[in-house]
């Protein structure tokens, strides 16, 4: 059973950056896309971006390309998520998921999830 653990998360600066990771134990993800999720408070889970581990391929959602970037570790147990240039908009909490053969906006299909991490823009 995979397990994944996102960190990374905080409050930040408007304008500011932060790293998130998202590590896989238990088992490989190496094969299939792993996303990012955000919910922020009283709207739904959206896709933030996803990789596919095997190939390095990635997406972004419209709302971040150009801020936001995924990649994966060498060992590809580990997907990162860079997030430059962050605004109010991007307050939430980020989800880490697994393991479906087509990255997807929808949460919907993915086999594992993680508990999330708390990301906090302030003016």
């Known amino acids: 059973q995979v397990q994944l653990v996102e960190s990374g998360g905080g409050s930040v600066q408007a304008g500011g950056s932060l790293r998130l990771a998202c590590a896989a134990s238990?088992?490989?993800?190496?094969?299939?896309?792993t996303a990012w999720f955000r919910q922020a408070p009283g709207k739904e889970r959206e896709g933030v971006a996803g990789i596919y581990t095997r190939y390095g391929l990635t997406v972004h959602a419209d709302s971040v390309k150009g801020r936001f970037a995924i990649s994966q570790g060498n060992a590809k147990n580990t997907v990162y998520l860079q997030m430059n240039s962050l605004t109010l908009q991007d307050t939430g909490v980020y989800f880490c998921?697994?393991?479906?053969?087509?990255?997807?906006?929808?949460?919907?299909?993915?086999?594992?999830w993680g508990q999330g991490t708390q990301v906090t823009v302030f003016s």
């Open positions: 238990g088992g490989t993800i190496s094969n299939v896309c």
């Open positions: 998921a697994a393991d479906v053969l087509v990255c997807t906006s929808a949460p919907t299909g993915y086999r594992y």
